[in-house]
């Protein structure tokens, strides 16, 4: 079972929203489609799930085209959120369920499994109004996942999240994977995503501006970060040509290089200075990478 996309583009009256995606997920990958407001991502969800025909190009899930007779084989949860706030969770759960074929007592019993799982079992006979915004989103994943979906659309599932229920969702999320569901998700805290995502692609209005395994990503980029620890003023550096940026603290500094040339050559100038206590060459984050590559603001 693979999630193929194949050159998509959309585009609303003369904006090119998505500019040719092309990507392949596999049975079981957790892939992260990631870019700053406006990027693209939601216009590509909708595409995948059959909601809008791409001005060109297709996907396939399975070598077929997810249409209205393939739903339940997917779970979407949409970034604007789309549940009934005068319905109780029971209610729009066994609505919303049956819709994707389910019966109603395998319903009732996936929804307490999940409820339990989330440690709010007390909501079953709640009206959704009556939650609060984060408990409200975890009734919106229980609509996206309790038919056990083989593709699952995650659109910024963490947002709006507390640590403690992000951390749950995380863990779900991740069960699920294991037991083989395929995950594509949105985010814009690229700590989730590098804790989540094996593989990601990043769009710049509409265009993938970086595409690949998250590690490989890491190892590969030019940019570096250095961790220096030294006794004396390390000001100097701004001056070094290759020097993106400098961060200092108490006993040392961050710099932000633009190449590993760039960092031996600070070695270089350090060491002629006097005794250095530390000199370590990181990757860059992701953090770091989104910036570098897309600009702007990621949530952190
Ligand atoms: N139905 C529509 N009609 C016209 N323009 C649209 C429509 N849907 C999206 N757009 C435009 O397409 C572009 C991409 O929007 P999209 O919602 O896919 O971005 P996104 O990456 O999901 O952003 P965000 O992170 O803010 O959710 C934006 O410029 C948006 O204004």
Not at 187 to 198: A, G, K, P, T, W
Not at 203 to 212: A, T
């Amino acid at each position: 079972m693979t999630l193929l996309i194949n050159g998509i583009k959309k585009k609303f009256d003369n904006h090119l929203a998505v500019d040719g995606v092309t990507l392949k997920v596999e049975k079981g990958e957790m892939f992260g489609m990631l870019g700053a407001n406006g990027a693209g991502k939601t216009t590509s969800f909708r595409m995948i799930l059959g909601l809008l025909d791409p001005t060109e190009g297709q996907v396939t899930w399975n070598g077929e085209r997810i249409t209205y007779k393939r739903t339940h084989l997917v779970g979407y949860l949409p970034e604007e959120r789309g549940l009934f706030p005068k319905l109780t969770v029971k209610e729009q759960l066994i609505y919303l369920m049956r819709l994707k074929g389910m019966k109603k007592p395998e319903i009732i019993k996936e929804m307490r499994h999940w409820l339990e799982r989330f440690q709010v079992p007390e909501y079953e006979n709640k009206k959704l109004e009556e939650l609060s915004k984060g408990n409200q989103q975890k009734i919106q994943f229980l609509a996206a996942v309790l038919h056990k979906p083989e593709l699952l659309i995650l659109d910024e599932p963490f947002s709006g999240l507390d640590p403690v229920n992000s951390d749950m969702l995380k863990k779900a999320v991740l069960d699920l994977q294991k037991t083989g569901t395929t995950i594509v998700f949105s985010s814009h805290q690229m700590r989730n995503v590098e804790e989540l995502c094996e593989d990601l692609i990043m769009l710049k209005r509409g265009k993938p501006v970086l595409q690949g395994n998250l590690r490989d990503i890491k190892r590969s980029y030019g940019m570096k970060s250095i961790s220096i620890r030294a006794d004396y003023e390390l000001d100097f550096i701004h001056s070094i040509s290759g020097v993106i940026e400098i961060e200092k603290h108490r006993d040392g500094a961050t710099v932000k290089v633009e190449n590993e040339r760039v960092a031996e050559d600070i070695f270089q100038k350090i060491t002629e200075k006097g005794f250095v206590r530390k000199f370590e060459i990181e990757e860059p984050s992701l953090h770091d990478i989104f910036i570098d590559k897309v600009g702007g603001d990621a949530d952190e």
